[in-house]
């Protein structure tokens, strides 16, 4: 292992801070995560992370950057039961017009809890040397010379470091911290999805076709949908979801009458005929913001900014995971070509070209629950997009193609005229 170059904070041992401690310990002398929840045992769910009891995709793209990070972690992940399918074959999607095509897409799946995949991450990254963990609340950032020099928490304490990266996900302080800086309002953008979900966990070993299905909603008329996903152990994961403001009973009557209403009747049966295991569990008030900090011109050095403490995206289109993994990469990459100091700005700008395409998927839909705050170029991206989304049921081709660009495989472009009508540069400004 190469010499270090001095000391790194990640604020957050979530998905992403645990991503980020992974790129940096190659590198650093020393990587200090700080997090405010104490680490669960084995694949326990974690506090401050209520996200993990929900179900989860990690994109195709994603698994295979998590794998240049953690050689051997997918193989690991089947070992423990996590499910590998072709996305095609496996997965039973219910568009507005119609179920998409069954058959192979060339795209494999993964599919586990998130509680297995960062219980791995964790025995992985805890068993690094030069990565420690410290159970702290940030409270502020250290500053020297308009340079960020560390963070400080909520005892005082002062932790010192060439970089700072902040992974302290929806609920970062990290504009505030810069504001009392002296450093004006990073832009942001923000689009309503008023996305609510509640979980429930099921014993359920019985045969199916599939191993997750999902009916999606879609503005501005389905504000019911749900999914259902077979984890390791004989466990399934019925999850209700309501968009615009809908929030789904939690109460064992009603979460059955909202899976029976569904027109998909993949969750009905398996609440019907599984075995619960546990209760309900509710995550709601999710929308999308996206921090422009790649605009920040006065940008400090030492200090970065990933996952959803940047771009917070609806989990519905299952980009977080994927976003979050891409970031660790580009973030290793860059540190083997530049000290700890110096590219900060460079790097901000390479993760918001990361971000472009999952926020254009996530706000595509998303803008039309408030019809009377969209753009022209906005409305017409709509009106494309469901077009496309018609003609799937009865294309599969076509299907395949989103099904690709859906993992980050491919651009849009590819699925054709109806999506390249719509201007891609205009289509990212969607604001409130």
Not at 58 to 82: C, K, Q, S
Not at 93 to 99: D, K, N, R, S, T
Not at 388 to 408: C, G, M
Request: charged share 20%.
């Amino acid at each position: 292992m190469p010499g270090g170059v001095g000391r790194a904070v990640v604020i957050g041992g979530g998905f992403a801070g645990l991503l980020a401690a992974r790129a940096l310990a190659d590198r650093m002398d020393v990587v200090t995560i700080l997090e405010r929840d104490p680490w669960p045992a084995a694949n326990g769910h974690r506090r401050g992370a209520p996200q993990t009891l929900h179900p989860h995709g990690l994109l195709h793209r994603g698994a295979v950057a998590l794998e240049t990070l953690f050689p051997g972690l997918r193989a690991e992940l089947r070992a423990l039961g996590a499910a590998s399918f072709d996305f095609g074959q496996g997965a039973r999607i219910l568009f507005p017009a119609g179920w998409a095509p069954v058959g192979a897409t060339g795209v494999p799946h993964l599919a586990c809890s998130r509680t297995l995949l960062e219980g791995v991450l964790r025995r992985h990254v805890h068993s690094l040397a030069r990565v420690d963990v410290a159970e702290a609340v940030a409270d502020g950032l250290l500053w020297r010379d308009g340079q960020v020099a560390g963070v400080r928490d909520t005892e005082d304490q002062e932790h010192h470091a060439e970089l700072v990266v902040d992974a302290s996900g929806r609920a970062s302080r990290l504009t505030s911290w810069l504001t009392q800086a002296g450093m004006p309002p990073p832009p942001r953008r923000s689009v309503y999805a008023g996305l609510s979900y509640v979980t429930r966990p099921f014993e359920w070993a019985a045969d199916a076709d599939w191993h997750m299905s999902t009916e999606v909603t879609y503005a501005p008329s389905i504000r019911h949908g749900g999914l259902v996903q077979r984890v390791e152990g004989n466990r399934i994961l019925v999850t209700l979801i309501g968009a615009d403001g809908v929030r789904p009973p939690h109460d064992t009557e009603g979460f059955a009458a909202y899976a029976s209403a569904l027109r998909t009747p993949h969750l009905a049966e398996v609440v019907a005929t599984a075995t619960p295991i546990g209760e309900t569990h509710q995550y709601g008030g999710l929308s999308n913001h996206w921090h422009l900090y790649h605009r920040v011109r006065s940008w400090p050095d030492g200090l970065i900014a990933v996952g959803d403490s940047v771009a917070a995206l609806n989990p519905i289109y299952g980009h977080g995971l994927t976003v979050s993994a891409l970031q660790a990469v580009t973030l290793r990459d860059m540190l083997e070509e530049h000290p700890a100091r110096g590219f900060t700005r460079k790097f901000q700008r390479a993760s918001a070209a990361i971000i472009r395409l999952p926020w254009l998927f996530a706000t595509l839909s998303d803008a039309g629950w408030r019809p009377d705050r969209q753009s022209p170029a906005v409305r017409l991206a709509n009106r494309m997009l469901r077009q496309v989304l018609d003609r799937v049921p009865e294309e599969p081709d076509l299907y395949r193609r989103l099904v690709r660009v859906q993992n980050l495989l491919a651009h849009p472009v590819t699925l054709g005229r109806a999506w390249t009508a719509a201007k891609t540069s205009d289509v990212v400004q969607v604001s409130q």
